[in-house]
C-alpha cells in the first residue's frame, strides 16, 4: 500500500469493527457494518485492474443486499417480530456462510493475496459477533445455518486444486463451528475465532513469500522447513489433533447447546475437511525425513517459534475453563 490512502481506508475498517463491537443499537451497528465494507472495497485495489474492479462489484452487490435486509428487519421489529429472523440471516449473507455463500468464492479467486487473508480474517469479525450480540432465541434459530456451512464446507473442498478455493471452503466450514459456539457459556467464540485468525496468519507469511496457485507448487520452497511449517498450519487448520484447530473444535463441542443433529453434521463436515488437508499435506510430510534439523538457519529457527507460539500455548487454554 504505497498510496497514502489506502492508509486512512485501513483504519477506517479497523474503527469500524471496533464500532461494530462496542454497539448498543441496530442503527450503530447497521452503520458500522456500512462503514466496514467502504473502507475495504478500496483496500482491494492493490494494482488496479479491471479484474479488481469486476471483483469489487462482485463484493460489493451482496454485502450491500445484507445490509438493506438487516436495517429493514431492524425497523420493521419495532412494529411486530415476525421479521426478527430475517437479521440473523442478513448477517450470515453478510459472512459468507452457507447456503448464502454464493458470492465468496468468485470474491476470493480474483483477489490478490493481501486483501483475501483480510476477507478471511478481519472482515468476519464484525458480522460473527453482530450475531453474537442477537437474543439468544434469535442466534439458535440459525443453528441449521452452522451445520450446513461445516458440512458443505468439506465437501465442496474436496475436488479444488487451487490453495484459494481451499482456504475458501475451509473458511466457510469454520464459519459453521464460529456460529456453533455463540449460544455456549464460555467465551468460545472469542477463542475460536482468534486461533483462526492466527493459523490462518501463518499460512498468509509462509505463501507471501512465493506465488503459489496448485497444490503441486504449494510446497515447492526454496527452504524445504517452509514447507514444514505450512504443513503444520494446514494440519492444525483442518483441525488434526492434537494441534490448536483440533482442541477448539473439541472446546466448541463441548460448550455448545446444539442439537445431536447440529453436532453430527458439524463433526462430519470437519473429517471431510481433514481428509482433503491429509491428502494435500501426505506427500510432502514424507518427505520431511530427509531434513536435517542440525543446520536449522536462523531464519528457519525465528519461523518454527513464531509458528509455536502461536499454535502450543493456545492449546493450554482449554484446560482453564
Not at 161 to 173: G, H, P, Q, V
Not at 187 to 199: H, N, S
Not at 267 to 292: C, D, F, V
Request: hydrophobic share 50%; glycine share 4%.
Amino acid at each position: 500500500m504505497k498510496s497514502p490512502y489506502k492508509s486512512l481506508f485501513l483504519f477506517l475498517m479497523v474503527m469500524s469493527t471496533c464500532m461494530v463491537l462496542s454497539s448498543s443499537t441496530w442503527l450503530m451497528t447497521w452503520m458500522g457494518l456500512e462503514i466496514n465494507m467502504l473502507g475495504f472495497i478500496p483496500l482491494m485495489y492493490l494494482e488496479g485492474t479491471t479484474n479488481e474492479s469486476e471483483t469489487a462489484t462482485k463484493y460489493l452487490v451482496p454485502q450491500a443486499l445484507g445490509s438493506t435486509i438487516f436495517i429493514a428487519s431492524a425497523m420493521t421489529t419495532l412494529h411486530s417480530n415476525n421479521f426478527q429472523i430475517l437479521m440473523p440471516i442478513a448477517l450470515c449473507l453478510k459472512l459468507g456462510a452457507a447456503p448464502l455463500h454464493f458470492w465468496f468464492p468468485p470474491v476470493m479467486a480474483s483477489l490478490p493475496l493481501l486483501p483475501t487473508f483480510l476477507l478471511l480474517t478481519w472482515q468476519k469479525i464484525a458480522p460473527i459477533f453482530a450475531i453474537a450480540s442477537l437474543p439468544s432465541t434469535l442466534s439458535a434459530k440459525i443453528l441449521p445455518i452452522a451445520a450446513i456451512s461445516a458440512l458443505w464446507g468439506g465437501i465442496a473442498g474436496v475436488n479444488q486444486t487451487d490453495i484459494r478455493s481451499l482456504l475458501t471452503y475451509s473458511s466457510i466450514a469454520h464459519t459453521g463451528w464460529m456460529l456453533a459456539s455463540i449460544d455456549s457459556s464460555a467465551p468460545t467464540l472469542t477463542l475460536y475465532l482468534t486461533t483462526y485468525i492466527l493459523i490462518t496468519v501463518s499460512i498468509y507469511l509462509c505463501l507471501i513469500k512465493q506465488c503459489t496457485e496448485s497444490h503441486k507448487q504449494l510446497f515447492s520452497f526454496k527452504e524445504p522447513y517452509d514447507s514444514l511449517l505450512l504443513i503444520i498450519a494446514l494440519l492444525s487448520l483442518s483441525g488434526l489433533p492434537p494441534l490448536t484447530g483440533f482442541m477448539m473444535k473439541l472446546l466448541v463441542l463441548y460448550f455448545t447447546k446444539a442439537s445431536t443433529m447440529i453436532i453430527l453434521t458439524l463433526i462430519l463436515g470437519a473429517m471431510t475437511s481433514l481428509l482433503y488437508y491429509l491428502s494435500l499435506t501426505l506427500s510432502p510430510l514424507s518427505h520431511t525425513n530427509k531434513l536435517h534439523f542440525s543446520k536449522l538457519s536462523i531464519t528457519a529457527k525465528a519461523s518454527t517459534m513464531f509458528l509455536l507460539s502461536q499454535l502450543l500455548p493456545l492449546s493450554l487454554i482449554i484446560f482453564f475453563f
